[in-house]
C-alpha cells in the first residue's frame, strides 16, 4: 500500500492538488501526518480511496453525513465500484481531478433493530442488510411484512435485503436480480430456503420492509457484512432506503453495462477444454 500511495500523491502534486490523509492511511508513510476521519471530512472537497469494494463500502457509509464524492481505485480484487486499478492510475485519475467526470448517485439503507419496541440497534448499509444465522449452522425462521402488510414467514439460513447498489453483491450470490443503481428499489432476497416457491422479489425504493425473528439457535443483523448485531427471539429487523445518498465519480464515457461485462466476464466464451485435474 505504501507504493501505491507514494504513486498517488505523485498525481496529486503534479496536478497541483491539496491533499489531506486519513490517519491509518498516514501510517504507511514513514513521516507523514494524518487527521482524523471527521477532519478529512469538515476540510476536504473530495474523497479519494485506494482498496477494494468492501472499503469502498466502509468508507461511504462512515462518510455519507459529510456529502463527499468519492473516487474509488481498485487495490483489491473484485473492485464492482471502483473504475480503474492501481495499474491505470496514473492515466485515469487526472481527468477526473480536472473535472471531467460522471456524477452517480446511490442510495443506502436505514437499518434498524427493534426490541420489545425499543431500537438497540441503528446502522447504515449500503449494500445489503438482512439476518444470517450464526456458527450453529442452523436455519432461522422469521416472519416478513413490507409497509405494515405480512407477506411470508420463511426458514432459510437468512434473508437479504438489497439496495439496488448490492443487488450485485451478496443478494446476486443467492440467486437475487441485478438492477441498475439508478433504480429507486430494494430486493429482498431468501437465502437458501426450506420451499420450493419462496422466490426474490423487487420492492419499491419507499417501502419499509419488517422482519421478525421467530426462532433461531443464533442469529445476527448485519450491514453490508462489516457490522453485526447479535438478535435475540421476537426482534425486528427494520430496513428502508434513506433519505441521504452517497456520490461516486466515474470517468466520462462509463456505463453499468460496461461494468457488468467486465466484472461479470460477460464478455467470455465458455471454454470446452476443461479437463479432471485428478486421474485414477
Given at each position: 500500500?505504501?507504493?501505491?500511495?507514494?504513486?498517488?500523491?505523485?498525481?496529486?502534486?503534479?496536478?497541483?492538488?491539496?491533499?489531506?490523509?486519513?490517519?491509518?492511511?498516514?501510517?504507511?508513510?514513514?513521516?507523514?501526518?494524518?487527521?482524523?476521519?471527521?477532519?478529512?471530512?469538515?476540510?476536504?472537497?473530495?474523497?479519494?480511496?485506494?482498496?477494494?469494494?468492501?472499503?469502498?463500502?466502509?468508507?461511504?457509509?462512515?462518510?455519507?453525513?459529510?456529502?463527499?464524492?468519492?473516487?474509488?481505485?481498485?487495490?483489491?480484487?473484485?473492485?464492482?465500484?471502483?473504475?480503474?486499478?492501481?495499474?491505470?492510475?496514473?492515466?485515469?485519475?487526472?481527468?477526473?481531478?480536472?473535472?471531467?467526470?460522471?456524477?452517480?448517485?446511490?442510495?443506502?439503507?436505514?437499518?434498524?433493530?427493534?426490541?420489545?419496541?425499543?431500537?438497540?440497534?441503528?446502522a447504515?448499509?449500503?449494500?445489503?442488510?438482512?439476518?444470517?444465522?450464526?456458527?450453529a449452522?442452523?436455519?432461522?425462521?422469521?416472519?416478513?411484512?413490507?409497509?405494515?402488510?405480512?407477506?411470508?414467514?420463511?426458514?432459510?439460513?437468512?434473508?437479504?435485503?438489497?439496495?439496488?447498489?448490492?443487488?450485485?453483491?451478496?443478494a446476486?450470490?443467492?440467486g437475487?436480480?441485478?438492477?441498475?443503481?439508478?433504480?429507486?428499489?430494494?430486493?429482498?432476497?431468501?437465502?437458501?430456503?426450506?420451499?420450493?416457491?419462496?422466490?426474490?422479489?423487487?420492492?419499491?425504493?419507499?417501502?419499509?420492509?419488517?422482519?421478525?425473528?421467530?426462532?433461531?439457535?443464533?442469529?445476527?443483523?448485519?450491514?453490508?457484512?462489516?457490522?453485526?448485531?447479535?438478535?435475540?427471539?421476537?426482534?425486528?429487523?427494520?430496513?428502508?432506503?434513506?433519505?441521504?445518498?452517497?456520490?461516486?465519480?466515474?470517468?466520462?464515457?462509463?456505463?453499468?453495462?460496461?461494468?457488468?461485462?467486465?466484472?461479470?466476464?460477460?464478455n467470455?466464451?465458455?471454454?470446452?477444454?476443461?479437463?479432471?485435474?485428478?486421474?485414477?
Open positions: 500500500m505504501g507504493e501505491a500511495l507514494k504513486k498517488l500523491l505523485a498525481i496529486l502534486k503534479a496536478e497541483k492538488i491539496d491533499y489531506l490523509l486519513e490517519e491509518s492511511t498516514a501510517e504507511h508513510l514513514p513521516g507523514a501526518k494524518g487527521v482524523s476521519l471527521d477532519e478529512l471530512g469538515n476540510r476536504a472537497d473530495v474523497i479519494i480511496m485506494l482498496g477494494g469494494d468492501g472499503t469502498t463500502l466502509g468508507i461511504a457509509r462512515r462518510m455519507a453525513r459529510f456529502k463527499l464524492p468519492i473516487i474509488a481505485i481498485n487495490a483489491g480484487r473484485l473492485g464492482f465500484i471502483t473504475d480503474f486499478s492501481l495499474e491505470e492510475m496514473a492515466t485515469g485519475l487526472p481527468p477526473l481531478l480536472r473535472g471531467n467526470y460522471e456524477v452517480d448517485t446511490r442510495s443506502m439503507l436505514q437499518v434498524r433493530v427493534y426490541r420489545h419496541g425499543q431500537m438497540v440497534f441503528n447504515t448499509a449500503v449494500n445489503d442488510a438482512g439476518i444470517t444465522h450464526g456458527r449452522g442452523s436455519m432461522v425462521e422469521f416472519n416478513v411484512w413490507v409497509d405494515g402488510h405480512p407477506m411470508a414467514t420463511q426458514r432459510a439460513d437468512g434473508v437479504i435485503v438489497s439496495s439496488a447498489t448490492g443487488s450485485t453483491a451478496y446476486m450470490a443467492a437475487g436480480p441485478i438492477l441498475h443503481p439508478a433504480l429507486n428499489a430494494m430486493v429482498l432476497v431468501p437465502v437458501a430456503p426450506h420451499a420450493l416457491t419462496n422466490r426474490p422479489i423487487v420492492l419499491p425504493g419507499s417501502s419499509t420492509v419488517d422482519i421478525s425473528l421467530i426462532e433461531a439457535r443464533e442469529a445476527s443483523a448485519y450491514c453490508d457484512m462489516q457490522d453485526f448485531f447479535a438478535m435475540q427471539r421476537g426482534d425486528i429487523l427494520r430496513v428502508r432506503t434513506l433519505p441521504e445518498s452517497f456520490t461516486i465519480l466515474h470517468p466520462i464515457g462509463h456505463n453499468h453495462y460496461d461494468t457488468l461485462r467486465r466484472k461479470l466476464y460477460w467470455l466464451m465458455p471454454s470446452d477444454n476443461a479437463s479432471l485435474p485428478i486421474k485414477d
